[in-house]
C-alpha cells in the first residue's frame, strides 16, 4: 500500500466552511471526493507539524481540522529532519519565510512517503522547484516523493 504524507492545506480543504470562491469550493469538493474514495486506498501520515498547524485560527474549524487527524499516524521530526530542511532552505527553492513547508517536504523526505499530497502549490508542489527539490534530496541519499494535489492522485491507472 502506498504511503502518502497528508499536508496541512488538505485538512483544512476538508474542515473548512464551504468557499464563495469557485475555485476554492472546487478544490473543496476535490479533497472531499479523494478523502472519502481514494484515502482508503493508501495508507495515511501527518507529522507534528500538521498536528500544530491544525490548531490555528477558529477555534471550531481548527477542532474539525484536529478531528480530522485523529488516527492517522504521526511521523517523528529529528535531527536527519532537520538537516533536509536546512538543505532545502539554504537551496533557495524554498524561501526562508516557508520553513514550515520545508519542514513538510523533509517529513516526508526522510521517511520514504511515496506521495507528499497538498494544496500548497506555492511552495511545496510547485513544478519550477522539483528539480532543485530532487536534486537536493538526491545529494543527501534520499528519493524526493511525488508531490501532487488531490486531483492528481484521483484515479489509479491499474483500476
Known amino acids: 500500500m502506498a504511503r ?14 464551504p468557499s464563495r470562491d469557485v475555485v476554492i469550493a472546487g478544490k473543496q469538493e476535490t479533497t472531499r ?7 482508503p486506498r493508501f495508507e495515511l501520515f501527518v507529522s507534528p507539524f500538521v498536528w500544530d498547524q491544525a490548531a490555528l485560527g477558529d477555534p471550531e474549524v481548527a477542532r474539525r481540522r484536529c478531528e480530522l487527524l485523529t488516527g492517522l499516524h504521526v511521523l517523528a ?3 536527519e529532519t532537520t538537516r533536509i530542511t536546512d538543505a532545502l532552505l539554504a537551496s533557495g527553492a524554498i524561501p ?6 520545508a519542514s513538510h517536504i523533509a517529513v516526508a523526505i526522510r521517511h520514504g512517503m511515496d506521495f507528499l499530497l497538498t494544496w500548497n502549490c506555492a511552495h511545496i508542489a510547485n513544478a519550477q522547484s ?4 530532487r536534486a537536493v534530496a538526491a545529494s543527501l541519499g534520499y528519493d524526493l516523493p511525488t508531490i501532487c494535489t488531490p486531483d ?3 484515479e489509479d491507472p491499474n483500476d
Not at 33 to 39: F, G, K, Q, S
Not at 96 to 101: L, R
Open 130 to 133: 522539483m528539480p532543485t527539490l
Open 96 to 101: 526562508a519565510q516557508a520553513a514550515t513547508d
Open 4 to 17: 502518502v504524507y497528508i499536508e496541512t492545506t488538505i485538512r483544512s480543504f476538508l474542515a473548512a466552511r
Open 77 to 79: 521530526v529529528d535531527e
Open 152 to 154: 492528481e492522485l484521483m
Open 33 to 39: 471526493i479523494w478523502w472519502e474514495l481514494r484515502a
